[in-house]
């Protein structure tokens, strides 16, 4: 049964991204598996996975809108700039009034310049930032533009506020919630932080831990089935034929994850040619947007922007 496409893992809090691929690689028996963008340990929510030939369309998806549900601490600011670090600032927290707070979340929209924070994978003279801040060593970074779309204020509590952030592409939560604490006149830092969408991904889209663990061995423990330590004994999975048919139905296809491009459907005899060579037909090429090639309603490749050689998907799912 074909594998290829994109699940959204609803990733847990206290697991890498790397630990998802891993379980997804083990489950699935596929190599070829690779997430469109880390989330910290601590943070949950959307996790995109490219299964099989998927992997081959990640350059081209559209995740330059992010959707961030965060919660801010307020009054205590860390080094890591999240509930990971050590406090190294504590301030009074001002009585704040609702008002007063959505006026101040008002003043982040738009186009604005941040710095990553040092605790980051930016890398600086091919060194991540955190290697240089774990080391001790000082490095000023360059700040970069981001775009704030929409702040909303969904909670407010004497030292805590939580807040939906729509923003572009590598913006750092972190770095806001601290400027956040610093505009009500105190320090913050960012506790909680949920992803509920990248790009075209929605967290109503994704399959939880608990419910790939109940496919894979019919348990919700998922921690015991897909991740047992040394000493436990391993649970039995079902057939991998079984745990594949099973995730169907939250696999998504290049098409539905690239809808965001413009389409052209082929004939059989294009179809088939275009698989062979690799030439797309003269009318799909140039222009500054990439354009998915089909057939019916399977993708069998991608024209990249300005004509270069195209992407041939030999296969992909429905």
Known sequence: ???????????????????????????????????????????????????????????????????????????????????????IEEKPVPPLRQAEVEAVLA???????????????????????????????????RARPIRIER????????????????????????????????ALGTVGHLS????????????????SMSRLSTIVAGSPEWVKVLKPTRREDRVQWRDRPSIITGLQSFLLSGRQALAHLPTMTLSSIEARRFLQTGLAPANARGGDRAMLLLEGSDVVGVVPPGGQKAVVLAREAT
Do not use: W
Request: net charge negative; aromatic share 6%; hydrophobic share 40%.
């Open 192 to 207: 909680e932080l949920r992803r509920e969408g990248s790009g075209n991904f929605l967290l109503e889209q994704a399959i």
């Open 151 to 182: 702040m909303e204020l969904v909670e407010l509590a004497p030292e805590r506020l939580r807040v939906r952030i729509h923003c572009s592409r590598g913006t750092y939560a972190r770095v806001i919630a601290e400027e956040i604490g610093e």
């Open 1 to 87: 049964m074909i594998m290829d496409g994109f699940l959204v893992v609803d990733k847990p809090p206290g697991v890498t991204s790397h630990d998802i691929v891993a379980v997804v690689r083990a489950v699935t028996g596929l190599k070829k598996v690779g997430h469109t963008g880390t989330l910290d340990p601590f943070a949950t929510g959307v996790l995109p996975l490219a299964l099989g030939g998927a992997t081959r369309l990640i350059a081209y998806l559209d995740e330059s809108v992010k959707i961030y549900d965060c919660v801010v601490q307020l009054g205590a600011r860390t080094d890591t700039g999240d509930p990971t670090g050590t406090v």
């Open 107 to 141: 003043t982040f929209l738009g186009m604005r310049d941040q710095v990553p924070p040092k605790y980051s994978a930016v890398k600086v003279q091919g060194r991540p930032l955190y290697a240089y801040a774990r080391a001790g060593e000082e490095v000023e970074a």
